[in-house]
């Protein structure tokens, strides 16, 4: 996650070149390039928020799931204007390989988030149907729910 901040910190720091250039010397094209990665910083800012700064070893993959669906769909639109615009807009060559390595981690990222939601849903999925059969976990009470039914009649 550090290696990811690192190239993103980099990105936004050239990126605050766009802004502080000259309004005139942009055209709708470059300042579209800046609300890309405007998003991008927010969607950032969100991860952080789910690692609580990289302090939670344990994130909920359906949370991540989502903000790395969203990070891979925006990094795909990134990746798209900084071909576009590359030379128009002046993007220095080393902001479009981070942009494209941080493109490809962040894929890396979605992929295990969203295959560790998949299983979660599995999981809680089979449990449930477990319970209302009557499967191990019905005879012994909820098993997830902490219940625990007691046999009724003569001990």
Not at 22 to 34: D, I, L, N, R
Not at 68 to 79: D, E, I, P, R, Y
Not at 91 to 114: I, M, T
């Amino acid at each position: 996650m550090t290696h990811i901040r690192s190239h993103i910190l980099a990105a936004f720091a050239i990126a605050g070149i766009f802004v502080t250039a000259p309004a005139f010397a942009q055209s709708s094209a470059c300042q579209e390039g800046q609300k890309i990665l405007q998003e991008r910083q927010g969607l950032i800012q969100q991860v952080n928020k789910l690692t609580n700064g990289g302090k939670n070893k344990q994130i909920d993959p359906r949370a991540a799931c989502a903000i790395f669906t969203k990070l891979v769909t925006n990094g795909s639109a990134g990746q798209k204007w900084m071909t576009d615009n590359k030379d128009w807009c002046q993007v220095p060559d080393q902001l479009v390989e981070s942009f494209a390595e941080d493109h490809k981690r962040s894929q890396q990222f979605k992929g295990q988030a969203c295959g560790a939601a998949a299983k979660m849903a599995e999981m809680e999925k089979r449990a449930k149907q477990q319970a209302q059969q009557g499967g191990p976990a019905g005879k012994m009470g909820g098993g997830l729910t902490g219940t625990l039914s007691v046999p009724k009649g003569a001990l």
